[in-house]
């Protein structure tokens, strides 16, 4: 049995050497807390060179923010009977 830090070190040693990985630097804390889930996602992917990843999650976070904008300018219903 081994603890979750040998794991994640035979998993680590494991994946094969990425000279090709992004030259992204991980976010700050204050950056990270305002990031959406969305854009965190982005990053994460991002750290790990997976771009294509990245993109997507950017592009689902576009049209999250897109919907929530649509929303906003509904006129809003006001009681149960409308």
Do not use: I
């Not at 976010?27 to 771009?51: K, V």
């Not at 649509?70 to 219903?77: D, L, N, W, Y």
Request: glycine content about 4%.
């Amino acid at each position: 049995m081994q603890t979750p830090e040998q794991q994640y070190a035979a998993h680590q040693a494991q994946r094969p050497a990425s000279s090709s990985r992004s030259a992204v630097s991980p976010a700050s804390h204050s950056e990270w807390r305002q990031m959406t889930a969305h854009q965190q996602a982005a990053h994460l992917a991002r750290l790990d060179g997976r771009e294509d990843e990245a993109r997507e999650w950017e592009r689902m976070g576009a049209q999250a923010a897109a919907a929530d904008a649509a929303a906003e300018a509904r006129p809003k219903k006001r009681g149960w009977f409308r």
